[in-house]
C-alpha cells in the first residue's frame, strides 16, 4: 500500500511563510503528488497536485524534487484562515494518512 | 455546481438497526469512496469504487457494505451498526485516481452516532 508520512502538527505566525514536508514512500511511476486541506467537520478540500519539480497555483506551491521520494507544500504568508489540517497522497489509491495540523497564531 | 451530497448530516440510531447512508455526485465521476474519520486517526477508507458493479475494500471495511449499481450513487450500509461506528464518514468522488487532474470532491459529512 502506498503509504505517506507527515509531521503531526506545525506552528506558525500571521504573514509567515509555511513549509511542511511529506515523504512518499513507495510511490510508483505513474503517481501523482496530492495535497488536501481540511477544516473541522468539513470534507477535505483539494489544494494543489503535481508529478515533479514545481507547481504554483493561486494558494500554494509545490516542490517534488527528482527522485520524488518527497515533497512539500508552501504556504505563502499565512493567516489565521489558514488553521488546518492538510494532508499528502500518493494519489493512486486516495489514502489519506493522519496529516499535518497546522496552527497560525496571531 | 460540482457537488457530492450525503445524506443524511446527522444521525443518531441504536445498536443492530440497519441503516443507510447516501452520497450522490454530479460530475460524472468513475470513482467514489466513503472513509470515516475519528479524533487523532485522520481519514480511513472504508470502501472505493472504480466504476460501476466495481467496489473494493479499503483499510477498514468491517461492518460496512456498498453498492454502486449506477455511476451517481454509491450507498454506504450498516446492516447491524455498533457503538464503534460512532463517527464522521465521508463520501468521495473523482475522476480515476491514477494520472493528472484526478482533484477528489467531498461530501458535507454524516455524524453518526450509535447508541
Known amino acids: 500500500l502506498a503509504k505517506t508520512t507527515q509531521p503531526i502538527s506545525m506552528d506558525s505566525y500571521e504573514g509567515q511563510e509555511v513549509n511542511i514536508t511529506c515523504s512518499h514512500n513507495?510511490?510508483?511511476?505513474?503517481?501523482?503528488i496530492t495535497w488536501y486541506q481540511q477544516f473541522p467537520s468539513q470534507g477535505p478540500r483539494f489544494i494543489i497536485q503535481g508529478y515533479k519539480t514545481k507547481v504554483t497555483n493561486e494558494v500554494a506551491s509545490l516542490f517534488i524534487p527528482a527522485d520524488r521520494k518527497s515533497s512539500t507544500l508552501s504556504l505563502p504568508r499565512v493567516s489565521l484562515s489558514d488553521t488546518a489540517v492538510y494532508y499528502c497522497?500518493?494519489?493512486?489509491?486516495?489514502?489519506f494518512g493522519a496529516g499535518t495540523r497546522l496552527t497560525v497564531k496571531p | 455546481e460540482a457537488q457530492v451530497t450525503q445524506n443524511p448530516r446527522y444521525l443518531i440510531t441504536v445498536t443492530g438497526k440497519k441503516l443507510t447512508v447516501t452520497c450522490s455526485q454530479n460530475?460524472?465521476?468513475?470513482?467514489m469512496s466513503w472513509y470515516r474519520q475519528d479524533p487523532g486517526l485522520g481519514l480511513r477508507q472504508i470502501y472505493y469504487?472504480?466504476?460501476?458493479?466495481?467496489?473494493d475494500k479499503g483499510d477498514v471495511p468491517e461492518g460496512y457494505k456498498v453498492s454502486r449499481k449506477e455511476k451517481r450513487n454509491f450507498p454506504l450500509i450498516l446492516e447491524s451498526p455498533s457503538p464503534n461506528q460512532t463517527s464522521l464518514y465521508f463520501c468521495?468522488?473523482?475522476?480515476?485516481?491514477?494520472?493528472?487532474?484526478?482533484?477528489?470532491?467531498f461530501g458535507q459529512g454524516t455524524r453518526l452516532t450509535v447508541v
Open positions: 469504487s472504480m466504476n460501476v458493479e466495481v467496489t
Open positions: 468521495a468522488s473523482s475522476p480515476p485516481p491514477r494520472g493528472p487532474n484526478t482533484e477528489a470532491f
Open positions: 497522497l500518493n494519489n493512486n489509491d486516495m489514502r
Open positions: 513507495n510511490i510508483a511511476t505513474n503517481d501523482y
Open positions: 460530475m460524472n465521476h468513475e470513482y
